[in-house]
């Protein structure tokens, strides 16, 4: 179905889910700015749609967070941010792509065009894709191409909150993207956007002009200059034939599913669950408590009362000043009166470090374990000794669990979209041949946790002892990064070097 021809209210998802999104997106972008106008805003909001709350002073449910209330009249913000979610976010996506996943094809024009694309880029946008998926509930890969930029396509990453998706039986079906231009003229009321919906074999491209809610009516390509290159490509429906029918040229990736959140939302039960799910307010407690630590540091700075006696005169209506390097002072001829305060009292508050050190642990650990991650992922725990890639996983178990959870989303959503195009690639826009477009690539992740050459040595001496692998395989073992060849090689080196007279122990000889 082409883009949209009417005004509409943008987007056209359930208000719910909207705030939700934003909601994360602000604790993600690590802004204070942002998360205080958030809050601020819905609890003003809340006050209002709500009032039967304000009876008997009980304020709105926003008011009530730390990030929703005003800073008092006449005093400057204290409100400090621990950028958790964003460490969160940044660390999903590490635990999946901090090595590139493997690609394979059995094609081997196939095999050198994957090679090509991971090294071209891919790896960076699947990372990129892997932080937005873990703050936004998932992420979105498409294929683009641009002449100006590229003789040939590639994969981009768009965002869970640019993304309208059309799903059937929890299969994405279709997907339409929008961008907000900058606006052409200093009418700030004026808001363009770039709708890019793509369909099996298909994608359309429309320019709407309207405002901060709305869609808006649609106006030609050519009204912008973003969007004005697009105008001969389409036909006159706005679309454009992408060479690869069989295909869709997006894909998605939920984070996790299911979303407990919007289960019951029609619009946005196929959507995935962000890692922030239930943790914002563990989130806001961190805040206010970090920030309570800090307003202890603040009030534990020392303060000298001094008597006027030590004030030295600054002149007629000026006041007087006190020199705190000087070592004598001059007072009154008269003996000291019972109850009569020092002439220097010193006022040193108490800074309560490990109270508030204890509770900033406590929270994160709860917020990590409710993402579903290990508190030693986080540096929370262990004192830095060297320990094996074995204690490592046992350490981390829960993190290894959701990693492994994600890759099961991850895993087709690439291979699809490296499928999508490698077929436009082989299409008539491009023309490439040699493309094997008949089976879809296979998607393997690596180990994010690698064992050193010790243990790798240690596995291959008992393997060894036991007869149960072969030269070839030990060496394959303890040089996973070596192909074939050298394999091969070493493998002969090895035996040049073994004494003729031993025989190998690995291999059988007959009798």
């Not at 946005?268 to 922030?276: L, N, V």
């Not at 006696?309 to 705190?324: D, F, I, R, T």
């Amino acid at each position: 179905m082409p883009l949209p021809t009417t005004d509409t209210m943008w987007p056209p998802i359930d208000p719910k889910v909207s705030a939700t999104l934003a909601d994360w997106d602000a604790w993600w972008s690590a802004e204070p700015d942002r998360l205080e106008q958030r809050y601020m805003n819905r609890a003003a909001a809340d006050q209002v749609n709500r009032p039967s709350q304000l009876r008997g002073g009980v304020v709105g449910a926003f008011a009530r967070w730390f990030w929703g209330a005003p800073t008092p009249a006449g005093e400057k913000r204290t409100k400090l941010h621990v950028p958790l979610a964003g460490d969160i976010a940044r660390t999903s996506s590490e635990l999946l792509f901090s090595e590139p996943p493997r690609i394979t094809s059995p094609a081997t024009a196939t095999q050198d065009r994957l090679d090509a694309l991971v090294e071209g880029g891919l790896h960076a946008t699947l990372l990129e894709g892997g932080e937005v998926g873990s703050a936004l509930g998932g992420a979105y890969l498409r294929v683009v191409w641009d002449a100006d930029v590229s003789d040939t396509p590639w994969i981009d990453a768009v965002a869970a909150d640019r993304a309208v998706p059309e799903f059937r039986y929890g299969r994405l079906h279709a997907v339409t993207f929008w961008t907000v231009l900058g606006n052409t003229d200093t009418d700030d009321r004026r808001v363009f956007r770039h709708l890019e919906k793509h369909e099996r074999g298909r994608i359309y491209h429309g320019l709407y002009e309207g405002s901060l809610t709305s869609l808006g009516h649609a106006v030609p390509l050519t009204e912008h200059p973003d969007t004005a290159g697009l105008a001969r490509e389409v036909d006159s429906e706005g679309g454009l034939d992408t060479g690869a029918p069989k295909h869709l040229t997006a894909s998605y990736a939920p984070n996790v599913r299911p979303s407990r959140a919007w289960r019951h939302i029609p619009t946005a039960a196929r959507w995935g669950q962000s890692d922030f799910q239930g943790i914002e307010g563990i989130l806001d407690a961190l805040d206010e408590t970090y920030s309570s630590w800090m307003r202890d540091v603040q009030n534990g700075k020392g303060r000298i009362l001094l008597s006027e006696a030590m004030l030295q005169s600054a002149g007629p209506g000026k006041g007087g000043v006190w020199n705190e390097d000087q070592r004598v002072y001059t007072g009154l001829s008269r003996l000291p009166r019972v109850g009569e305060a020092d002439p220097i009292d010193v006022v040193q508050f108490e800074i309560r470090v490990q109270e508030h050190a204890d509770t900033c642990r406590a929270l994160i650990e709860q917020a990590v374990r409710q993402a579903g991650y290990s508190a030693s992922t986080f540096g929370e725990s262990g004192d830095g000794a060297a320990v094996t890639a074995t204690e490592i996983r046992a350490r981390e178990r829960r993190s290894m669990s959701t990693r492994a959870r994600k890759a099961l989303y991850w895993g087709p959503a690439i291979a699809d979209i490296v499928a999508a195009l490698l077929a436009v690639e082989s299409g008539e826009r491009f023309g490439v041949r040699d493309l094997d477009t008949n089976e879809p690539p296979r998607v393997e992740f690596e180990d994010s946790i690698s064992e050193g050459p010790k243990e790798l040595a240690e596995t291959a001496e008992v393997l060894r002892r036991a007869e149960a692998a072969s030269t070839e395989t030990l060496v394959r073992l303890v040089n996973p990064s070596m192909d074939a060849e050298a394999v091969k090689a070493e493998v002969a080196r090895i035996n040049s070097e073994r004494d003729p007279g031993a025989p190998d122990p690995t291999e059988r000889h007959p009798l």
